[in-house]
């Protein structure tokens, strides 16, 4: 009976950043098979399977059971916004099954799924924006909200590969997809102009850096990544040419972009793990490798369910440099993955260990 109810007050207060897992393994997924790992890519695959339809069922359940609490979260922006992990997971499986199963149907579907989750979640946070109309922006935006670009990119990203896959070239179709490409790039520099305020020219302190930082990453990457699609496919459409080449220039730009925030990510990171929560001078093994303190430790134990969209922004530049290499043929891009993909996975590893270790905790024998 105790079992029962702790499992039912776990998915009346489902944490939507859960479905920031589903990003995180399956953009490692894409990852390790563009770096030649099948095996590897494929178990990710099968495991991101799960993990999506026990989120989708847990999701489902809360709807049914727990609409209240539901509405609650989607009336409150900085939990709303988190639902967009929803969108962009729902894509990456759909990307995931049609690189590994070729299984357009199936893609499509989930692209509609998450066309239609993207339109319900931008409604409620654009009435929690205006709801919180009063305050400066710089008091509502954080890295989470980056999640709107990641979200509308995604869009694109799917779009495109079915478009490639179906063998349609049309241009009306890829002007509709290009379209979320660029909404998106919009976003993303109106979002970050406000997060670049926030961080650098407010004051900031260390125990409100958070892992949804690291979108600022991850979502210049996504824009990599779907603007090397949108190249790869628009070259073949006649007149399109120049668009493509703009494009291509605004890829490169956005992974200039993304690459200036990994250090500053890292660096931050590396103080909030070895200062935050530790009162003398941390243990070795947390200064070996700081992100240790995800899966392990009693009294450092530092897990908690955003963590993973810290994993979707370094997989995601692992993807999108490798993808750059192939539309560009410079070989700095297609050396740089073959070191920061390991190290993505090695924070994956230790990510999902410390998910186990909290769901497992919080369920008693």
Known sequence: MKRCSVILNGIKGFHPAYFAMVMATGIMSIAFEAMAFPGIAKALFILNLIFYLTLCTILAVRIIFFQPDLMA?????????????????????????????????????????????????????????????????????????????????????????LLADAEIYTGYAYLIAGSFWALGCVLYLLIVTILIYRLFFRQFELGEWEAPYWIC??????????????????????????????????????????????????????????????????????????WLRLAFGRQYHAYDPPAWSRVFPMGMYTACTLSLAKVTNFGLFAMI?????????????????????????????
């Open 73 to 161: 979260d989607l009336r409150t922006l900085q939990r709303a916004v988190l639902f967009l992990t929803f969108v962009v997971g729902t894509n990456t499986i759909g990307m995931q099954f049609v690189i590994f199963q070729q299984s357009t149907v199936e893609a499509i579907l989930l692209w509609l799924v998450a066309l239609a989750g993207w339109l319900g979640c931008l409604y409620f946070i654009a009435l929690d924006f205006i709801a919180m109309r009063g305050k400066p922006l710089h008091e509502i935006v954080n890295g989470a909200t980056l999640l709107i670009v990641v979200s509308t990119v995604s869009i694109s990203l799917l779009a495109v590969r």
């Open 217 to 290: 990453m991850g979502a210049a990457a996504i824009i990599v990544l779907a603007g090397t699609e949108l190249v790869m496919h628009m070259f073949v459409l006649p007149g399109w040419e120049g668009i493509a080449g703009i494009i291509l220039c605004m890829t490169v730009v956005a992974w200039s972009m993304g690459t200036l925030w990994t250090p500053y990510l890292l660096i931050m990171d590396i103080r909030k793990f070895t200062r935050v929560g530790i009162a003398a001078s941390a243990p070795l093994w947390i200064k070996t490798f700081p």
């Open 337 to 365: 993955p073959q070191y920061w993909g390991w190290f993505a996975l090695l924070v994956w590893s230790v990510t999902l260990i410390g998910m186990l270790r909290a769901v497992i905790f919080i369920i008693p024998d």
